[in-house]
Structure formats: C-alpha cells, structure tokens
C-alpha cells in the first residue's frame, strides 16, 4: 500500500482541513512538493480508523484525529458518557501509534453553541490533556491558539446544518496552522541551546552609552525575558552574546532582581568585542555541543548576516527591532515549541555549571589525580514507568556514545544509568536495552550522554552486563555496533575491547565479549582518555539552518487570515475582461476550493473538479460573502457555470432587498397614526 504523508480522520466532516494542511507541508518543505499528501479517512469513522493498520492512519507518516465531544455521545444528555468515551479513545491512539511508529495529534474541537454542558466539555479535553502529558507521539490540543479567531467567526451553523462542516474557513485555517505546528514540534529535532543578544534584544538601549540605569525593560522587552524563562524551564541552555562590557551587563541583572530570568539561569556567556561568529563557536566548544543545535537571536540585521555567513548551521533569527514585534516573533517561532519536558530538562542548566566547575578542577590537577578525587558513584537498575520519557529521551538524542545508533528500544529488560560525583548530580544519563538469545546477552541499545562520558561511566555499564551475564549462567556478552556520522567515540570504547566481531549485515556487527571479560572491564585513564575525559570537540557541521521559513512564518503568518491570504496567492485567479464583480468573485471562490481554478464565465462548477461537499463550501461562502443562500435546484444542474451562479447569486440580493424594503415600509405604517395616513393617501390622490 502507498504511503500516506498526513492521514485525518474526525468525527464530522474536515475535509475543509485539507487545502491548509496541504499550505504547510509545501511550506515547510521550502515551497517544494511535500512528500506524500493529506488523506482522509471516511466520515465518522475515528475508532475503526485508529485501530485498523490498513487505515489511512495507519499508512500515515503522521496522523490527526479531530473529535467533538457532542459527536461521541448520544444526545443532549450523553456527556455522562464522556469519562468512559474518553478511555477509550486514549487507548486506541495509544494502539494506533504503537502500530503505525507514527507521531499524532489529537484535536478536541470546541462544541457547538448551546450543546453539551461546558463543564463536561472542559473535563473531557482536561482529561486527555492529562492522560497524554509527556508522551512523546501522541500530542493533544485543546485549541488553535495561537491562531484562533474571534468566537463569532469560529462556527458555520449554515455549513453544519447543510453537510456537517461545523467550522469557518477561518477556524479551519487556524486549526491547520496549529496542528502543523504540533506535528513540527513532535519531528524536528529541538534546539538545545538559545543565544540571545542584549541591546535591542533583551533591553531598549545601549547599556554602554544609556549606562545600567539608562536602559529600559517595558512590558513587551519583559514578555521576551518570560519566553526565555519558560526555554530554560524547558531545558533548553540560556547564553547571552552581546558586544558590550561585561561588567555593565552584570551590573543591568543586578539592578533588575524582579526579572524572570537571573545570572544563574545563564549558562555561559561571550560579552565583549570579537566576532558574534568567533564567540558562538566558543560557546559550542564550552558547551560540547554542535552548532546545529543553537538558536541565535538578535535585532541586528549586520550581526544575524555576520553568524548566518560564520557559522551556517546555527539557526540566526533576526528579532524586530519593536519590543511588541519582538515579543509577538517569539509567540511565533516554532522552533522554540516543547512537546514535552522531563526531570532531567530541568535541570540541565544546573548540570552544565557544575560541568563548569568539573573543568576547572581538571585543570588544576592530573588527570589521574582528578579521577581519583571525582568520587564518582555509578547506580544502574531496571527500568520503571518513571523512566519511559528519560530513556525515550535519550534513545533519540544521544549520538555520541550510541553504539548502535538506534532510535528504537525493542529489548526485553532495559537499564538505566544514573551518575553523580562530589560536583553534583548528572541525573540519568545512560542506558542498556537487553535480550537473551542462546548462550548470550545481546544489547541492541548501548548508549550514554555526552556529558559523563570518559569518565569511566561506559565500562561500568559493561561491567553491569558481564556480572549480569554470569548471574544467568549466558557465556558471551555481545553488543550491536553500527557507525555513524557522529558516534567515533563509541567506536573507539568497542576497538579497545578484548571482543571479537561478528558481522549482521546492513552496516551492523556484533562486539562480542565472554562474559567473565565483560565483568571485569575497568576504566584506565590513558592518553586516549586524557581526549575522552574532556568535552568531545570534534563535530560534523550540519547543513545550514532554514531560518528564512522561520521568520516568514513568525512575521507574516501568525494569523488566519494571513494564513487565508497566503493559500488564495498561491493559487491566482485568471482575470477574465468584461467579468462583472460578482462573477469575478465566484471565479475567486472556486479558484480557492476547485482542483482547477476558473478561465472563463462559461466554466461549470462540477466539470472544473466539484462534488458535494466544495458545494456547501461554495454555498457557505455564498452566504458570508453576499448574504444570500443558493438554491439547491439552482446548483444541481448542467449549467451551472460562473455566469448563472453570478445571475442567481444577484437575483437573490434584489428579492432580499425588495423584501427588506417591503418590511420597512410595513414597519414604518405600523408606527403611523390614522390622521398621518390619511394625510399621505390625501397627498397621492393629490
């Protein structure tokens, strides 16, 4: 079967979803032809979608799903039934996508006005909301927000009452945009760190010649401080990179104490007079991180187009140069988007000082001298449920030290690492996904973070499996090797090792080691661990980052009509002379709902790729944009072409403003008195 690139399947009728869902995947694919396309499961058919592998869910490179509370109970007084409804439904995403391996998306639609109880609906998408939080595929939203529309242009009573499409063009623009997002959340890698610039960033002035008291931090500079908090509150590393005097940079901290965001919330920091470029690429060496994984911010058109030209990868965003745009930028930015955020992101700005720390005691003695005070204390245990979200963490963010270069934990038993030593806590940093097979113990995962690597921390975590080995009477230990781009660290721990290899095919080979020789591995510090012991400088630059999309994106499409405006350019209507306004705007209507826009009056509507459902579109934006409803005789026909609709759509208007006007001069006799109509008839007969 083909594979779908986005499969929906909703509890009413979405295909409206469709043209916006198919804007942002050539949007985000650069304005090029997104792979795959957005299909739709048949009407009403959530459950028997989710949980059929043939569906188009199933087939899917990611998958939505669109309830309304009021459609998965019987009647006004089902919502009684929505906390079992609820259940049920979370257990068949979660079927879904543990089958299909693909990320999705849930969006709980508002209900229709007056129906339901707003209390019911409230704890229905509260609930799912909680039974989803930290999952890393399955994501739920609530609402279109950031995108949402005023509440009167939310529902389309006319469109739900004619074929089931309870929403406007508008509201389906918006949900659109925020269900791209999520997904782009959910399968671009997260940047790691945020770079921010001050003067004209993080402050209006310049703190060299305003001085700390001269500069100013309004309401709108404090929402960028507050989107910065809610980044390291995320984990993400907070720096600052600005070309000033240190001092005077501290001393605006200092005399700001209320700000979200302090000193110890900054990680690192290059405040002085080199080269934006030169400072970010001691940030990353510092930080042992990849350029790829930063985020650059700043006013400065000449500064983003120095680091853009220095250093490609990082991804260099030019803020404007408005505190309110700036603010309204950073609600925008996708990239900074988190899904989910584990114990260990949080503290990951605590550890990084402590790394800080590390450093400096390693340059004040020999290495052997810095291990031995190190007083490094290596737990490992099995895997709990609290560790789902650190291990599935780590299995898609390590790459260094990952032996296999796995993404997939697919093992019978899974143990986690946990690291501290006289510094502080690392946290959990390691993990092993295990099987028996025969005589041995074979680990498909064999992995750890960076930052406790060349500390010995990896022999142990084989030492564990040897003693392991042996407690089950398994002879061998054996470990999957695969090499990438970017785990040569983890290739060397394996060339070092007393194993013999067995090669398993595509790129694949087994370490293998008895498992005596396994237990009784041990870390030498050497000269090859004198390079391991520090931070691992070595890494392949990435391609450059796409920040042109980005900022398009926080800047021109931050709402849905922008969003509207967006799809209608491109897809231009052909202007046809001698056209009356009113054929000229069928002729745009169809151009935005057709396969084929119009060329000429004389074009029908079914012959240029119409069916039932584009006809209650055309028919509700009829009705919002002429205030007039079509006739179903009317548009049943052969000759339904834009000239006759325009003919109908302006008979219409005439009988309703005959009607109107009739009303108003039976409203105006009704308020007249019998000498004042006595007067009127006088003066006619006159």
């Not at 007084?77 to 929505?82: A, I, K, M, N, S």
């Not at 680091?307 to 408005?322: I, K, N, S, W």
């Not at 007083?375 to 390590?398: F, K, M, N, S």
């Not at 080691?513 to 870390?523: P, R």
Request: aromatic content about 6%; overall charge negative; charged content about 25%.
């Amino acid at each position: 079967m083909d594979k779908i690139g986005l499969g929906v399947a909703a509890t009413f009728t979405a295909e409206p979803l469709g043209d916006a869902l198919r804007f942002w995947l050539a949007e985000l694919d650069g304005g090029g032809d997104a792979e795959g396309d957005v299909a739709f499961a048949p009407y009403d058919q959530v459950f028997p979608s989710l949980l059929d592998p043939g569906s188009v869910l199933g087939r899917a490179g990611a998958a939505v799903v669109l309830v309304r509370a009021e459609d998965l109970v019987a009647g006004q007084d089902g919502t009684g039934e929505l906390d079992a409804v609820a259940t049920d439904l979370a257990a068949a995403l979660r079927a879904s996508a543990r089958a299909s391996g693909a990320p999705h998306v849930l969006v709980v639609c508002p209900p229709s006005p007056g129906h339901g109880s707003p209390e019911a609906h409230a704890r229905f998408a509260a609930g799912l909301v909680r039974e989803f939080e930290g999952d890393r595929v399955v994501s739920v939203l609530t609402s279109a927000e950031p995108y949402e529309p005023e509440p009167e242009d939310v529902h389309d009573a006319f469109a739900d009452r004619t074929g089931n499409v309870p929403y406007t063009d508008r509201y389906f623009a918006a949900l659109a945009a925020a269900v791209a997002r999520r997904l782009h959340a959910l399968t671009t890698p997260r940047p790691k760190v945020v770079v921010a610039d001050c003067d004209g960033t993080l402050w209006d002035g310049v703190v060299g010649e305003d001085g700390p008291d001269g500069v100013v931090i309004g309401p709108q500079r404090l929402e960028i401080w507050r989107e910065l908090a809610r980044q390291v509150a995320a984990g993400r590393l907070l720096c600052l990179c600005s070309k000033n005097e240190e001092k005077d940079v501290r001393e605006v901290f200092a005399r700001h104490p209320e700000l979200p965001v302090g000193l110890d919330d900054i990680t690192a920091m290059r405040v002085g007079w080199e080269a934006k470029s030169d400072a970010l690429r001691s940030l990353a060496a510092e930080l042992d991180l990849g350029l790829d994984s930063f985020v650059f911010l700043d006013d400065s058109p000449v500064e983003c187009a120095e680091v853009r030209v220095g250093c490609p990868e990082v991804l260099t965003l030019r803020l404007p140069a408005d505190a309110a745009g700036a603010a309204a930028f950073l609600r925008h930015c996708w990239p900074l988007d988190v899904t989910s955020v584990t114990a260990a992101d949080r503290e990951r700005t605590r550890r990084y000082q402590e790394e800080r720390r590390r450093d400096q005691a390693r340059g004040e003695m020999s290495l052997a001298d810095f291990f031995a005070t190190l007083d490094l204390r290596v737990t490992i245990t099995p895997a709990g449920p609290e560790h789902e979200a650190r291990a599935a963490q780590l299995a898609e963010r390590t790459n260094q030290f990952n032996l296999s270069g796995t993404r997939r934990l697919d093992g019978e038993e899974r143990f986690v690492v946990d690291v501290r030593d006289r510094f502080g806590d690392y946290g959990v940093v390691g993990l092993t996904d295990v099987r028996t097979e025969g005589d041995t113990l074979r680990a498909g995962a064999f992995l750890l973070s960076c930052r406790a690597l060349g500390r010995g921390v990896e022999h142990r975590m084989l030492a564990h499996l040897g003693a392991l080995a042996r407690e089950r009477g398994l002879a061998r230990v054996a470990l999957a090797f695969r090499a990438t781009e970017r785990n040569r660290p983890a290739g060397d721990f394996l060339a070092a090792l007393p194993a013999t290899v067995e090669p398993d095919g595509e790129g694949t080979a087994w370490y293998v080691l008895d498992a005596g020789d396994a237990a009784a591995v041990v870390h030498t510090p050497g000269p090859a661990e004198e390079r391991a012991a520090g931070p691992v400088r070595t890494v392949e630059p990435a391609a450059p980052a796409g920040w042109a999309a980005v900022e398009r994106i926080a800047t021109r499409l931050t709402g849905a009509d922008a969003i509207l405006d967006a799809m209608r350019a491109a897809r231009p209507v052909t202007e046809v002379a001698g056209a009356s306004p009113v054929e000229a705007t069928v002729m745009r209507l169809w151009a935005e709902l057709l396969d084929t826009a119009p060329a000429s009056v004389d074009d029908g509507f079914f012959e240029l790729g119409g069916h039932s459902l584009r006809l209650v579109q055309f028919m509700a934006r009829v009705r919002a944009e002429f205030g007039v409803e079509l006739p179903f005789d009317t548009l049943y026909t052969t000759s339904f072409t834009v000239a006759e609709v325009a003919k109908v759509i302006e008979e219409r208007q005439l009988a309703d403003t005959d009607d109107e006007e009739l009303a108003g001069l039976l409203d105006e006799l009704a308020g007249l008195s019998d000498e004042e109509i006595d007067a009127l008839l006088d003066s006619g007969n006159g």
